[in-house]
């Protein structure tokens, strides 16, 4: 009875550890059972709790922009794991605890700060798909050729210069993204692999411009330079982004310190899109859309200071 006390307090501290995040999430213990799928998407998450163990059927988790450093060893637990995102955390490393998740299909953690793969990702034997771009790394593991099950690839906007002779006994490589490293030319050992199909060398404004947007509406000012420097459009417009017209990273940013950056380096404070006006006391269809741009919209008390101070805001 006094371990099973133990267990259920614990299980309610998960649940509660979800409420404070607003993550959908069961409200009773004997429920935890059922959580195959969690996102955890931009809800401000420092550290994955321990009880996190007690979703022993979760198949896939979403951790996606948060600031996780570190995963707990308890992470292991989770046997059924198929999917991890990870990416855009604060990672310096690839977790050991992550590897060992044989059943693994996919796994991203793009965007942290990973210099090294470790020899043990080549438990991955299951690994069809693989996103370490936009970290740090500076080389590639031998033992990398045991993903024997790897499909697709992603090690754009990395520090590589070469790859392992033994890269090219891949078996099942189809496609790869390289560009923004430090290769003088297309290695050769991508020639050797009789499966790959699509090699990106090209680099792809789009995505970059998008992932620009995204670490400005996380308020990641290094991460907003990071992309900026590696050739996004500072006045990139996202359609449709969020059921909106469009969206630029000046109408998504939130602090004085990603205003300002994003000012210095060209953002457009004119770009005009069309919002919806509530329907209430809406009496003719052309009521319904009016324009707004970032001067016009409504901010925080600390960024209107800021916009008056440089004369952009009429007192």
């Avoid at 308890?74 to 490393?93: M, P, T, V, W, Y």
């Avoid at 020639?191 to 404004?205: Q, R």
Wanted: aromatic share 10%; with cysteine; glycine share 2%.
């Amino acid at each position: 009875m006094i371990l099973f006390n133990v267990t259920r307090n614990r299980q309610k501290s998960l649940i509660h550890w979800a409420k404070h995040h607003e993550i959908d999430f069961p409200s009773e213990p004997e429920n935890l059972e059922k959580v195959t799928h969690l996102s955890l998407r931009f809800k401000g998450v420092e550290q994955l709790p321990r009880e996190i163990k007690f979703l022993v059927n979760l198949e896939e988790i979403d951790a996606s922009y948060n600031y996780i450093s570190e995963i707990p060893w308890e992470f292991g637990a989770l046997k059924k794991l198929k999917r991890i995102n990870f990416s855009h955390n604060r990672l310096q490393d690839i977790p050991g605890v992550i590897c060992k998740h044989t059943p693994l299909l996919s796994l991203n953690l793009e965007g942290n700060h990973i210099r090294k793969v470790p020899a043990i990702i080549a438990n991955l034997i299951n690994l069809e798909t693989l996103n370490l771009a936009f970290n740090e790394i500076i080389e590639i593991p031998n033992e990398f050729k045991y993903l024997v099950s790897l499909k697709e690839l992603d090690l754009a906007g990395n520090q590589l210069s070469e790859l392992p002779s033994s890269f090219s006994k891949l078996p099942s490589l189809k496609e790869i993204k390289i560009w923004k490293n430090l290769f003088e030319q297309l290695p050769k050992e991508l020639e050797k692999i009789s499966t790959l199909t699509a090699i990106e060398n090209e680099v792809d404004i789009d995505r970059l411009s998008k992932l620009f947007i995204e670490s400005v509406k996380f308020d990641d000012v290094a991460a907003a330079r990071k992309y900026l420097t590696l050739g996004a459009d500072v006045n990139y417009r996202w359609e449709g982004y969020e059921n909106q017209q469009f969206t630029t990273a000046l109408f998504e940013a939130k602090s004085v310190e990603m205003v300002k950056f994003l000012l210095e380096n060209g953002a457009d404070v004119n770009i005009a899109r069309i919002v919806k006006k509530s329907e209430s006391f809406i009496f003719w269809e052309s009521e319904k859309q009016e324009t707004e741009t970032f001067l016009t919209k409504k901010h925080s008390a600390e960024i209107t200071r800021y916009l008056k101070s440089i004369n952009l805001l009429e007192d």
